[in-house]
């Protein structure tokens, strides 16, 4: 099976913008979670989809969004882009509940 | 203080050496994850764990439910170990796989 797909892997934006990344999870898998990695914080979680619809969401502030499809692929908006807001993206599939986690490459966000 | 807490936080070893990680939460936990993540951000998931002890090739984890405590062991290192090793917890509640994460320990093999 082809692993977990995250596109783009690079991005530079400006202060202001916004931005989409993308998650392709694993065949079958219906669960994608997102984590934000960055050398002050360390990985923090984001938010969780499950069968498209949201069921749990860390504590970052309502700029940062996210959806699933059908198909179970996923993507998150990060609106009006910080400069904290730098960092390596990760997402993560799983076939179900409490389930070993596989994680994409990450996307990697510069913010100037 | 952090809910999941790792130790050491930098740990150089000679090629051979035998290794231990430490991971203690302070949370109620279903599973416990072992993530090892080399330069360049990819992340692997090493083990998850819910009880005793779990061994794959030259790595070997355990957990202790009771004391909240968790360790993984490499025996025999290799510089190829090199990498950073991340505990994360996947908190008691079903309907979940969100992780709560340690700070990593960065571990460096010399030959």
């Known amino acids: 099976k082809a692993g977990v797909t995250q596109t783009p892997r690079y991005l530079i934006k400006t202060r202001g913008q916004q931005v989409t990344l993308s998650c392709s999870p694993i065949s079958g898998h219906r669960s994608v979670s997102w984590y934000q990695q960055t050398p002050g914080q360390g990985l923090q979680f984001l938010f969780e989809y499950f069968s498209e619809t949201q069921r749990n969401k860390g504590n970052f502030p309502g700029r940062f969004s996210g959806r699933q499809f059908s198909n179970s692929r996923s993507e998150m908006n990060v609106s009006t882009l910080e400069l904290g807001d730098s960092a390596l993206y990760l997402c993560?599939?799983?076939?179900?509940?409490?389930?070993?986690?596989?994680f994409g490459p990450g996307t990697r966000l510069l913010v100037l | 203080k952090n809910e999941v807490e790792q130790s050491p936080q930098n740990l150089t070893a000679q090629e051979g050496e035998f290794i231990t990680i430490n991971c203690s939460y302070s949370v109620g936990i279903s599973a416990l994850h072992w993530l090892q993540q080399h330069p360049g951000g990819g992340i692997v998931s090493l083990f998850m764990l819910s009880s005793g002890k779990k061994k794959h090739g030259r790595l070997i984890a355990t957990i202790n439910i009771q004391e909240k405590h968790s360790s993984l062991h490499i025996t025999a290192s290799h510089p190829r170990d090199s990498a950073v090793y991340i505990c994360?917890?996947?908190?008691?509640?079903?309907?979940?796989?969100?992780?709560?994460f340690g700070t990593g320990t960065l571990l460096a093999v010399q030959p």
């Open positions: 994360a917890v996947m908190n008691y509640g079903g309907a979940t796989n969100k992780l709560i």
């Open positions: 993560a599939s799983s076939h179900g509940n409490q389930e070993t986690q596989y």
